[in-house]
């Protein structure tokens, strides 16, 4: 089993992301924490307002008897991937324990896993930290784990609660993330170092970089995704990718270091219809299948893109290239106004 090293404090940047989409549990679709798949025995959302460590809301898994003695009562679990040039992926949350076990118990009859679990066959990869009814209880702590032994691997994170048939506990879970950096981002710095600097080197290139995955969380492959830029008032297009089998894409475009709009648009293949679009930092979704940038930006690596289609049997993908809508009035500043296509890349046949 690897042995896993507190994370080191290090200097975000700028183009540094955050891998865990909705870590906080403050955003909902159908009353359930959005970016997570969730799984409960009693049909609980597993996100609530019962207990935080900020915002409004947290994750809440356990708090009930299990009668039937399942394995795993609740679970929330959500795809990652960490690139294979990733040089640090350092992953930390908060955590609550509340239970009405005996103080002076001494074996653990409720529990709350912390999992990688491998995404094509469903086994665990590594247990990263388990909670307990023996955990120290009603105050909140923090978990830190460097997570880059799992670079190229296409994984899901999971929160997976067992309860026994009485006295149960609460586990509670807020301010989930993953943050990775690569290489021409800020990288690790000292814990020391209490303000530390990030001097972005200077680039002419921009990478854009995220996933495409079903409402599941299974990754989608065949998505033909486009990068347009913004010449004069309309949209150009600079660049496409294909996602592979773990659903990740990767768009790049060369130019003039000057700082420049982009957008991103996703056409699911065959059996998929849009459902909605999340995006990283820097960028607006905008309704089913794009992102935009709310403001000019500089040469740099660019992640935390996500698209996300619902299978629907004998769905076929919309014809031609999608049109961006018009430039939104915020917060662009004039004299940006309704763009149209030009230079349109021929859209890939799935």
């Not at 399942?70 to 350092?90: E, F, H, N, V, W």
């Not at 004069?232 to 659903?247: E, F, H, I, Y």
Request: glycine share 10%.
């Amino acid at each position: 089993m690897p042995v896993l090293t507190p994370a080191k404090g290090y200097n975000a940047g700028d183009n540094c992301y955050n891998e865990v989409g909705n870590g906080g549990f403050e955003d909902f679709t159908n009353g359930k924490p959005r970016w997570w798949t969730v799984s409960s025995a009693d049909a609980y959302p597993l996100a609530d307002s019962t207990w935080f460590q900020s915002g409004h809301y947290g994750a809440y898994l356990g708090g009930y008897d299990d009668l039937n003695f399942r394995s795993i009562d609740d679970s929330l679990k959500q795809y990652i991937y960490i690139p294979t040039d990733a040089r640090s992926a350092d992953l930390s949350y908060a955590w609550y324990v509340h239970s009405e076990e005996s103080p002076s118990a001494t074996i653990p009859y409720d529990q709350l896993h912390i999992r990688l679990r491998d995404v094509a066959s469903g086994n665990i990869v590594i247990e990263l930290a388990t909670l307990s009814n023996l955990s120290p209880r009603d105050t909140w702590g923090t978990a830190h784990f460097n997570l880059l032994a799992y670079t190229g691997q296409g994984l899901h994170l999971a929160l997976e609660a067992d309860t026994d048939i009485s006295k149960p506990t609460s586990f509670f879970v807020d301010n989930l993330s993953l943050w990775i950096c690569r290489p021409g981002m800020a990288g690790p710095m000292p814990t020391e170092t209490p303000t530390p600097t990030y001097t972005p080197q200077p680039a002419t290139d921009w990478t854009f970089e995220g996933e495409v995955s079903a409402m599941g969380g299974s990754p989608i492959p065949a998505a033909n995704l486009t990068l347009y830029r913004a010449a004069g008032s309309a949209w150009q297009a600079v660049g496409s990718a294909m996602t592979g089998n773990d659903g990740r894409f990767r768009l790049s475009y060369s130019g003039p270091p000057d700082p420049e709009w982009f957008l991103i648009l996703v056409q699911y293949p065959s059996g998929y219809t849009p459902a909605y679009a999340q995006a990283g930092p820097h960028f607006l979704a905008l309704p089913g299948q794009m992102v935009i940038a709310v403001q000019p930006l500089p040469p740099g690596t660019y992640g935390g893109q996500r698209f996300v289609g619902l299978y629907v049997p004998h769905a076929t993908p919309l014809p031609g290239t999608p049109t961006p809508p018009p430039l939104p009035t915020l917060p662009l500043p004039p004299p940006w106004a309704t763009p149209t296509l030009v230079s349109p890349l021929a859209t890939p046949t799935p």
